[in-house]
């Protein structure tokens, strides 16, 4: 029917769209390496100007974010609308808002840290010290610590600081254009963080905790990809990522929840307890139980500090029944041993 009325056949439009592709990828590598330059120059730039004037700038670049990026202005008032019903419309706006801004000026903070010496970081972060001499102590059990954290506060610049004194390792995606995954990479290792790739071997994270170092994981996300489960999350069923669980029974190394939350114009460290895993005879009803236990733990901090978690990802897009949502599932018993 589609070919009687001139419509080119379903090949034929494979084709054109094929075409099409190649004939923009010169232009989509251009915007690229232009972006990658401008970053460049902005990073450097942020590593020279005062503290609060690059959280200012961050900030600003969050708060333009909302009122240009569609997308992300409206992925976060969804998620904000189903979490806090209770919030009137104006004060999910808000929260949004600042959301957004907190993001840029974390971007922003982590790179200014990244050009500081420790004892001028040590200066910007209240709690540090006290937090340090509670990494130590669990690091004195000698099996490693799954530095439990989320996309809350300043992520990034958590792992840094605490690099500075620690062996610390950050599991991560790698991006797809190579030279911002590089620029990326490089600050992180400015703070002396080695990345610890997702599409790496797991045993990687299992060689790190048996080194005795910290390894960081960001597991407060809709990864479809990655081996979970549903666990209730803001009264929702949300897919999470069972990866930390598996570690620490394989490893015995504690899960400890920490983050670094923005307060006024510094950064301030806090911390939960020790998140009391336990395993037994049914391995499903374990990762489920336990991941569980971080997600609540996870979701007491950020109901504490609602407008510095980045509420414009799409948490609960995964749901029970869907194909994804089977996703990959729980990954083989044996491999966990591999």
Not at 152 to 157: F, K, P, Q, S
Not at 213 to 237: A, K, T, W, Y
């Amino acid at each position: 029917a589609g070919a009687r009325r001139g419509r080119p056949s379903g090949p034929a439009r494979a084709m054109k769209k094929a075409r099409k592709s190649r004939r923009s990828r010169p232009l989509r590598v251009l915007a690229g390496y232009a972006g990658w330059a401008a970053a460049v120059l902005l990073v450097a730039m942020l590593r020279r100007c005062p503290f609060r004037a690059a959280m200012a700038l961050g900030s600003a670049a969050g708060r333009l974010a909302y009122v240009f990026a569609a997308r992300e202005r409206r992925v976060a008032l969804e998620n904000l609308s189903a979490a806090f019903p209770d919030l009137t419309e104006a004060e999910r706006r808000s929260v949004a808002r600042r959301s957004l801004a907190n993001i840029g000026a974390a971007a922003a903070a982590a790179v200014a840290f990244s050009g500081m010496s420790d004892d001028r970081i040590r200066g910007r972060i209240a709690g540090l010290d006290e937090l340090r001499l509670q990494l130590k102590s669990v690091l004195d059990r000698g099996r490693g610590l799954i530095a439990m954290t989320g996309h809350l506060g300043c992520w990034e610049a958590l792992a840094g600081v605490n690099g500075r004194i620690f062996k610390v390792h950050v599991v991560a995606n790698r991006l797809n254009f190579k030279p911002f995954n590089s620029l990326i990479e490089n600050i992180r290792a400015s703070f002396g963080l080695r990345t610890i790739y997702l599409s790496e071997s797991p045993r990687e994270i299992a060689r790190a905790l048996k080194r005795n170092e910290i390894v960081g994981i960001l597991p407060d996300q809709d990864i479809s990809f990655l081996p979970g489960v549903f666990v209730d999350f803001f009264g929702r069923p949300a897919w999470t990522p069972v990866g930390p669980v598996i570690a620490a029974k394989l490893s015995g190394a504690p899960m400890f929840p920490y983050f670094l939350v923005r307060d006024g114009a510094r950064y301030r460290c806090v911390w939960g307890d020790e998140i009391p895993v336990s395993f037994g005879g049914d391995r499903k009803e374990d990762l489920a139980r336990n991941t569980g236990l971080w997600t609540a733990a996870f979701e007491k901090f950020i109901r504490e500090y609602p407008d510095q978690w980045a509420w414009n990802h799409r948490r609960w897009k995964t749901r029970p029944g869907d194909q994804a949502g089977g996703g990959p599932g729980l990954p083989p018993a044996a491999g966990e041993g591999d």
